[in-house]
């Protein structure tokens, strides 16, 4: 194909550097007034923070109970039960529980999970080798208390009752003794934990507002240091009886909106937080629910950054029971909530129930992740077969394009007989041309007879005009689906193939340049990359050309956008696209052989007659 620099060329170069240049100029004053924007969030937050530590949210005040005692002023009442002289402890207590998987630490005094720490050799810190610490000291901790006002501990025992055992004892100043027994399975990211109550006094307790909360998740890219390509945090919790969890994003700026968004006023079987690799659930117990639920959240900036753009909202939930009283007596009153805290493998997740797939949020489009589940679900059965996820992320694009094999050679087939017809396009085009001296109504017919004209020769031909469109518009949902699967699959996490070192970043060979360029970023080698768009450049060339050269002109450049835009891609996405551009090429060239044999065929037929 001759590529000529003539005019065509310059207004698409001249577009493409007026559309460079006002997204540049565009961008930073948007960032900037995002950046503003979170900053002053930021300011409120902090303002708020000790009301947010010891208090329900605000937003919640519709499924709050009213703070009401119904034994208030009665003699024996628990606030009579506390010996005066008594004082809130100040100092905890800690354990460590250890499996295969992840270690947590257990905090005596707020009876919860102030770590959690992942074994796992994949889900290793990248630069340093260390464990992932999936949350640590903050706001918010799994099973934690809730109440208003607050349960203050006035004593505390915490001992080992084996290696995936601890037992937390405290008595708090209202006279209630809480007993949590802490357990971890051999092989499981999950902790239970059984809560026993128990009322020595000779009056019943009321403790309002009675609520646990769970531990957010960081952003990966804070949490880890991993340069993800996309990434979204989420809020989950599921009512009872349904099926799919409610989904809320933590990031919308109005706090009025995260409110509505993340309030539930009914029984509610669990709640989440999840980021793009990992997931912190909560689930209460089958016979004892969570009366309502309500979202938490905090600003924070990732350590080292003093950028306000990198400012994220680090989201929570908590479960609440409502008003709760316990009897006197010494029969305790019990429950049991588990958390998962680990990764969002897919066959960790399906085996935690059907509602809680909900979580995996593998497509940013949720739309598409019906699609996007059962790609991942293949990929790990592919790898299980084949022993490796590179070797299996080439089987899962082959297979998706053999599927789609007679849909795209249909396409193809099409895109050739309309090839053919050009010269026949051109000639009615030609006839039928307008002229500076035809007048309005002479223009309208000859567009009408034109129009008219080549739908006639497309239905002597037999030829679709958009047929090589539409089986291309159906691949897409599943392309996108495929693409999204790659990019969110943990699994891939820390798994080499070949020369990548990790499917889950850019196959980086060599050293990088010491500086980034706009829409690149850093600046390395990526033979990925490079072949990928080598033969996006050798598959435009073998495309059938409808005759409009600037067509022509700006889909040769398409290579060149999608280099810029896919160069720092994971390296998983890129195997991805570079087999299917393989698998195109070869379909391609098969579908010309084919045509030729066929067009062999039927000169013959004649002759033989």
Not at 201 to 206: H, L, P, Q
Request: glycine residues 6%; charged residues 20%.
């Amino acid at each position: 194909m001759n590529f000529k620099f003539d005019k065509d060329t310059v207004i698409i170069v001249l577009v493409g550097c007026l559309l460079m240049g006002g997204w540049l100029i565009y961008m930073p004053k948007y960032q900037a007034k995002r950046a503003a924007e979170y900053q002053k969030m930021l300011e409120t937050t902090q303002q708020n923070a000790p009301a947010q530590q010891t208090n329900a949210n605000p937003g919640a005040a519709s499924v709050q109970p009213a703070i009401t005692d119904a034994n208030a002023g009665q003699p024996g009442h628990a606030a009579e039960t506390a010996a005066e002289n008594v004082s809130a402890l100040k100092e905890t207590k800690t354990l460590t529980l250890e499996n295969k998987l992840f270690s947590v630490t257990v905090d005596g005094l707020t009876g919860s999970l102030s770590s959690a720490k992942l074994l796992d050799p994949r889900y290793k810190l990248k630069d340093s080798g260390e464990a992932i610490e999936l949350f640590r000291e903050g706001a918010y901790r799994t099973f934690e208390l809730k109440s208003n006002p607050a349960l203050v501990p006035v004593s505390l025992d915490v001992k080992e009752k084996s290696p995936l055992s601890a037992e937390v004892i405290r008595k708090f100043a209202n006279g209630l003794t809480l007993t949590q027994t802490f357990t971890l399975p051999e092989d499981n990211y999950m902790v239970v934990c059984e809560y026993a109550w128990t009322n020595p006094t000779s009056a019943a307790i009321t403790v309002d507002g009675l609520g646990v909360r769970l531990a957010g998740l960081p952003q990966v890219k804070d949490l880890t240091g991993d340069k993800v390509y996309s990434e979204r945090l989420n809020v989950d919790f599921c009512k009872v009886g349904s099926g799919m969890p409610d989904s809320a994003d933590p990031q919308v700026k109005s706090q009025e909106k995260f409110d509505k968004k993340t309030t539930c006023g009914v029984p509610v079987a669990w709640i989440g937080s999840s980021n793009k690799y990992f997931a912190s659930l909560l689930f209460a117990d089958d016979n004892k629910p969570f009366a309502s639920a309500f979202g938490e959240r905090v600003w924070k900036i990732p350590a080292g950054s003093t950028n306000e753009k990198d400012l994220y909202a680090v989201p929570s939930m908590t479960g609440d029971f409502g008003a709760v009283t316990f009897a006197p007596g010494a029969t305790p009153v019990k429950f049991s909530l588990k958390t998962y805290c680990g990764p969002k493998e897919m066959a960790r997740i399906r085996a935690l129930g059907s509602s809680v797939m909900g979580v995996m949020h593998i497509s940013y489009y949720s739309w598409f992740e019906f699609i996007a589940r059962p790609m991942v679900m293949l990929l790990n059965w592919l790898k299980g077969l084949c022993g490796s996820y590179g070797v299996a992320i080439i089987l899962l694009t082959l297979i998706v394009r053999i599927l789609f094999w007679p849909v795209t050679q249909k396409a193809n087939s099409s895109m050739r007989r309309m090839q053919k017809l050009q010269p026949k396009i051109k000639e009615l085009q030609e006839k039928y041309k307008e002229t500076p001296m035809d007048t309005p109504d002479d223009t309208a017919r000859k567009k009408a007879e034109l129009n008219q004209k080549m739908m006639e020769l497309y239905r002597v031909e037999k030829v679709n005009p958009v047929g090589g469109c539409l089986p291309v518009l159906l691949q897409i949902p599943v392309f996108i689906a495929l693409y999204s699967a790659l990019d969110s699959a943990v699994e891939l996490r820390n798994v080499p193939f070949l020369w990548c070192t990790d499917l889950s970043r850019p196959d980086l060979v060599g050293p990088t340049l010491p500086f980034a360029l706009p829409f690149i970023g850093q600046v390395g080698f990526h033979p990925l990359v490079i072949a990928m768009t080598a033969l996006m450049v050798l598959q435009q060339k073998m495309t059938p050309t409808t005759g409009d050269s600037t067509q022509q002109k700006m889909m040769m450049l398409m290579p060149v956008i999608m280099l810029f835009m896919f160069y720092n891609l994971p390296s998983g996405l890129t195997l991805y696209w570079t087999v299917s551009q393989i698998f195109s090429i070869l379909q391609m060239k098969y579908g010309q052989i084919a045509a030729k044999r066929d067009e062999a065929r039927q000169t013959s037929k004649p002759q033989k007659a």
